[in-house]
């Protein structure tokens, strides 16, 4: 007796491990996940089409309770969960999830806005006509097939597959480092790839491509890939299509119009789609969009009421494209096993090749059954006809003799099968008939056994038959069928779309606030400026300006820099704000010293206190980050005091020594960057503001009694640079030309 210390191993635990998670890892790939190139059938997929075969669920009969196929399935077949099994049977049977359903569903089968089927016990279920010619030959020894996992029935190791189901039903499923997920197609499509692999064997992918066109979804939608795109992902066996939802415009009269979307991507939850549209349409991220309802019955119809007549639907779809899953990516991967059952990515080509070779293997198998059957008919028919050429004898040795067998061998150099055979004849076929109608059939099998002989010798021949088949299967479920039809077209990659940022926020009228100690807010219409605006204790007002939702607005600092905020991102309510520096990298030491709303063709002038300054045209206001644009290059002690609009021809600067001169617009320079030019020189104190006019209209100021306009110009006409002369009588004390 073996001691017990004896019975233990040591091993190494990362080794032991490695073993048993490999082991796991292979029968996950290839007992649970990846499909068989040559069927497109997962185990539990095979076994449920088998096990409905074995309860004669043919499309002519009969449904069965789903309960009753998936305890066969589970009890015979596959030792797994019922809920699984059931699964897998509800989605072969939903028209939206595979192309060619395989099973035919009577019942709540689920719908496409994601809601589950009944439970099995209240659903039935039969075969299709797809599945009944994917297990064609089954009975003619077609296929190999194996134990059961119990030993007490066989199942088929692979089908027949007079259908090419990879492709037409596509696969998908996740395993053990490794992933697949394959289209669907059209059968129609795939039959001329397969014609025309078998008359040119040495084709490219290309051509194949060509004809397979592209994947045909069970929903419909638009690929807008280019065909370069398409054949460049099954050259690789990966890759991703972009589909798209199919819509149309409704004319409602008056010139008024709605976006009806009848097709959806595939695999995508109409319900889930419709929440986030409505979302976003909540949220005011849909700004050319009214509203949205669902109208659909059995086909997907959802409503999209534009928000005004003028909005373009192709702009409105795009945004919809954009944001949501009205455009999906169906993400390619060819990972199958191959007819040795091992796990790898294959072209288009290679899948088809593989298909072909096991319709080949499957054909010849069926030729050498069927000339079996014959061989063994044949021998009854021969010994039948030696019976009615003796007839009497026969009859004499079967009375008379006690071994009338084995005395029928002897006599007439019978076989063991014929001598059996005549035995068992009855009476009423020994009528004359019935040796004409012998006769017949044994001349019909003899030619057709010539036949065969031909096909299982001569590849050629075969694969001529083979075309028929696959001709026939094409005339079976061609284009002009509602289940062959294409139902996913094909568009041209479309351009990007240059998306205004109009189209991405509502737009609407606010009031922009910012205050003396940083805090900005908007109100929404526009507020009078002059409107007493309330903030915190010891703040006050800084800026007010008019603006859009969908407007930059542009802030200039005292060291130089242009910072940029979407309008949209400025809070607003009752309250006092956020402090724009959670907004912009506005340094602590640093204040706002200009606020507008950004102009695309509006250039400004920049200037600094002590009088330099520039032009800077609309190209380099806006900043792309949070850091801003600097611009403006200033001394220690100096800082950007003006930035005014470019909206005259003249120049009008007065200095804190109340000397003012006008000169012309031209003559300071546009730069990108930069300290600038001397506006007007001094020799004590800094500029103290400056005004830009048009030289007909004159400058203006503000004076006892109202507004002046000085249109004679000559008094302080001058140069860039130059001192200038004193004001004119009646200028402001402060200064300033308005203030």
Not at 28 to 57: E, F, N, W
Request: aromatic letters at 8%; charged letters at 25%; proline letters at 4%.
């Amino acid at each position: 007796m073996v001691e017990e210390s004896q019975k233990i191993k040591d091993v190494q635990l990362g080794e032991e491990l490695s073993k048993r998670y490999l082991s796991y890892a292979m029968s996950t790939i290839v007992s649970r996940s990846l499909p068989d190139v040559r069927d497109g059938l997962k185990p539990v997929h095979r076994r449920l089409m088998y096990a409905m075969r074995q309860l004669h669920l043919d499309p002519k009969n009969g449904f069965k309770k789903c309960a009753r196929v998936v305890g066969d399935v589970i009890g015979k077949y596959h030792p797994h969960g019922d809920s699984a099994v059931y699964g897998a049977m509800v989605r072969l049977a939903q028209d939206f999830s595979v192309r060619y359903p395989l099973v035919d569903g009577q019942g709540n089968f689920g719908n496409i806005d994601g809601d589950g089927a009944a439970a099995m016990r209240y659903t039935e279920a039969r075969l299709t006509e797809f599945a009944m010619d994917l297990m064609s030959g089954l009975n003619d020894d077609a296929v190999d097939f194996m134990d059961t996992y119990d030993g007490e029935d066989s199942e088929p190791v692979v089908m027949p597959a007079m259908v090419p189901n990879l492709l037409c039903n596509g696969s998908m499923g996740i395993a053990v480092g490794m992933a697949t997920n394959i289209p669907p197609h059209n059968l129609s499509e795939l039959s001329d790839a397969l014609l025309f692999m078998i008359e040119h064997p040495e084709c490219d992918e290309e051509a194949v491509v060509r004809r397979v066109k592209g994947p045909d979804f069970p929903t419909g939608g638009v690929i807008v890939d280019s065909f370069e795109t398409i054949l460049n992902n099954y050259k690789q066996g990966k890759g991703n299509f972009r589909i798209r939802a199919k819509w149309m415009t409704e004319d409602l009269g008056h010139g008024q119009y709605q976006i009806v979307v009848t097709e959806i991507p595939y695999q995508v939850i109409k319900s889930k789609l419709i929440e986030k549209i409505a979302e976003l349409l909540l949220n005011k991220k849909l700004p050319l969009l009214a509203d949205i309802r669902d109208e659909s019955a059995q086909d997907v119809r959802i409503v999209l009421e534009p928000k005004n007549r003028t909005v373009d639907a192709a702009l409105l779809m795009e945004q919809l494209y954009r944001q949501t899953d009205m455009e999906a990516k169906f993400n390619m991967n060819m990972n199958v096993l191959d007819s040795d059952g091992v796990p790898r990515v294959m072209s288009l080509k290679e899948v088809l090749h593989e298909y072909l070779v096991h319709r080949n293997a499957v054909f010849l198998r069926k030729v050498k059954f069927r000339l079996g059957k014959i061989n063994a008919r044949l021998e009854i028919l021969e010994g039948y006809l030696a019976a009615y050429l003796n007839l009497d004898e026969v009859i004499r040795i079967i009375r008379e003799e006690d071994e009338p067998k084995t005395h029928l061998m002897q006599t007439f150099k019978l076989t063991d099968n014929q001598a059996e055979a005549i035995l068992n004849m009855k009476l009423r076929n020994l009528r004359k008939l019935d040796e004409e109608q012998i006769n017949a059939e044994h001349t019909d099998l003899l030619n057709e056994k010539a036949e065969l002989e031909i096909l299982a010798t001569d590849e050629n021949k075969r694969w001529a038959a083979i075309s028929e088949e696959i001709k026939k299967t094409k005339e079976k479920y061609g284009k002009k069928t509602a289940l062959g039809r294409r139902r996913t077209e094909f568009a041209e990659a479309p351009a990007d779309i240059d998306m205004p940022i109009e189209a991405m926020i509502e737009k609407e009228p606010i009031t922009v606030i910012l205050s003396q100690k940083g805090w900005i807010r908007c109100m929404k219409g526009y507020v009078d400026l002059n409107e007493p605006f309330k903030f915190k204790d010891d703040d006050a007002l800084l800026f007010a300006i008019h603006a859009q939702t969908t407007d930059k607005i542009v802030m200039l600092d005292n060291k130089g820099k242009f910072f940029s905020i979407a309008a949209n991102d400025i809070p607003s309510g009752l309250g006092f704000g956020q402090p724009v520096r959670l907004m912009i990298d506005l340094a602590n030491n640093d204040e706002v010293v200009a606020m507008f709303v950004y102009q695309p063709e509006q250039s400004y002038l920049i200037a600094s206190d002590t009088g330099y300054g520039f032009i800077v045209d609309q190209n380099h206001i806006l900043a792309q980050t949070r850091n801003g644009r600097k611009i403006m290059n200033v001394a220690v002690n100096e800082n950007v005091k003006f930035c005014l609009p470019m909206t005259g021809d003249y120049v009008a600067t007065v200095g804190e020594n109340r000397k003012l001169l006008v000169f012309k617009a031209e003559e300071i320079p546009t730069m990108a960057r930069g300290h600038g030019v001397l506006l007007q020189r001094y020799k004590d104190g800094n500029i103290a503001d400056i005004q830009i006019f048009k030289g007909e209209e004159g400058f203006s100021y503000n004076r006892a009694g109202g507004v002046s306009v000085e249109k004679e110009l000559l008094t302080w006409l001058g140069h860039r640079a130059q001192v200038g002369k004193l004001v004119p009588f009646g200028f402001p004390k402060t200064n300033k030309f308005m203030k």
